[in-house]
């Protein structure tokens, strides 16, 4: 009994740490002006430190909220949580949201215990102080949110992209994770940890104990051209043996249908596809020119309709891959896609040759092809756009 109180008290420091380091990274990022821990607060004449909770975050707008961390959700534990949480947010008045926060890899037993007493609370079937119940990923996207609000839908959707980079990044680097993962300690709760495993499950490492060490950057170089590769992190894996090998992906984060895939000159599309019929580099280069599909005529439509289905897997390789096109194959071109949808906070890890299977089915894109073609504002006459769904 005593061993397992002792394993359940570190495994519930560890949870603190792992909260601890995500609230250091959201300080980081600019989400959060700042934060306390721990904040004791209370009233003046009686004992002014009688409340307690792990942290205080602070957000530009002056809005304050209060968070607990937890590795278990058992009432008692919970009512000594809403008792400080109804006192603190009483005396402190910028106060808005008290949250208690559970690791992200828990059992299923704990996390059913979260959900059904955040249902309670969402439910009006008990009087809370806690507004939220919720894991350490759920978290972070609240304050996320927050931080983003108010912003323009384009700036919004740019630094979501961002932010999902440097996230995977900083999983992919994390020693905690790492530890877990290799069960250098059992009782460790990593951060952001089932993603972690997700990636390594989806990459094929199975067996930790072949790995001597991870190293993730999103620190790669521009392509020949100047622009973007399509590897947006490079995980280096060193195994126990001295090999080193690459494994690089492409992240698409959105909660949109259609999001811009692809952009380049129409002669780089000849180039990248290989084509050489004359009528279809003049037809593509007219399209470029006219910006189209209206523009460019029912006839010419119907053509490339025919023609350019012929191109649709090795255009798909290049426009999720970068396969074929310019740049190092082993750095810059990505072999693996990671998708993210905003509205499900559905996180999947795609080989990309089965990612290409499945975008081959799409039957909704322009002139056969899984795309719609655009043109960028201020591009026409100049580049091709694609936009792609993320699935």
């Known amino acids: 009994m005593s061993d397992n109180n002792t394993s359940k008290t570190i495994h519930g420091n560890f949870g603190k740490m792992s909260l601890n380091e995500l609230i250091e990274l959201l300080k980081k990022k600019g989400y959060i002006t700042e934060y306390q821990t721990p904040i004791r607060t209370g009233y003046r004449d009686i ?21 607990h961390s937890t590795t278990s959700i058992r009432t008692d534990r919970i009512n000594i949580q809403q008792w400080n949480a109804y006192h603190i947010k009483k005396i402190k008045d910028t106060i808005t949201k ?14 059913n215990n979260a959900v059904s007493y955040y249902n309670k609370i969402l439910n009006n079937q008990i009087y ?45 680097n994390n020693q905690k994770n790492f530890a877990k993962w290799a069960n250098i300690d059992e009782l460790e709760t990593g951060l952001f940890y089932p993603y972690f495993k997700q990636i390594m499950d989806g990459i094929g490492i199975i067996n930790p104990n072949i790995v001597k060490e991870l190293n993730a950057t999103r620190d790669i170089n521009l392509l020949p051209s100047g622009g973007k590769p399509k590897t947006d992190v490079l995980l280096k ?30 002669s780089k599309f000849i180039d990248v596809l290989e ?35 012929k191109y649709n897997r090795r255009l798909s390789l290049w426009v999720y891959g ?3 096109g310019d740049g190092n194959p082993e750095t810059q071109w990505a072999d693996y896609i990671i998708t993210y949808q905003n509205e499900t906070s559905e996180f999947k890890i795609h080989k990309l040759e089965e990612y290409i299977e499945d975008i081959l089915t799409i039957n909704d894109g322009h002139f056969g092809t899984p795309f719609r073609w655009t043109y960028p504002s201020g591009g026409k006459g100049k580049r091709i756009q694609l936009k792609g769904k993320i699935i």
Do not use: C
């Open 275 to 309: 084509i050489t019929d004359k009528k279809l580099i003049q037809t593509l280069e007219l399209f470029q020119e006219v910006g189209g599909m209206k523009a460019l005529g029912k006839e010419l439509t119907q053509y490339l309709e025919k023609e350019l289905p």
């Open 128 to 172: 809370s102080a806690i507004n939220d119940v919720v894991s350490q990923s759920e978290f972070y996207t609240m304050v996320e949110e927050k931080h983003l609000r108010g912003k323009i839908a384009g700036q919004q959707k740019a630094l979501q992209g961002l932010n999902f980079e440097e996230q995977i990044e900083m999983i992919l």
């Open 322 to 324: 970068g396969v074929g």
């Open 98 to 111: 008290s949250i208690i926060v559970y690791p992200d890899d828990i059992s299923d037993s704990e996390r």
């Open 47 to 67: 004992n002014p430190e009688q409340f307690y909770f792990r942290f205080l975050i602070k957000f530009d707008d002056g809005e304050s909220w209060i968070v």
């Open 237 to 266: 894996v060193m195994f126990n043996d001295g090999t080193v090998v690459n494994y690089t992906f492409s992240l698409k984060r959105t909660s949109s249908d259609w999001v811009s895939v692809h952009e380049y000159p129409v």
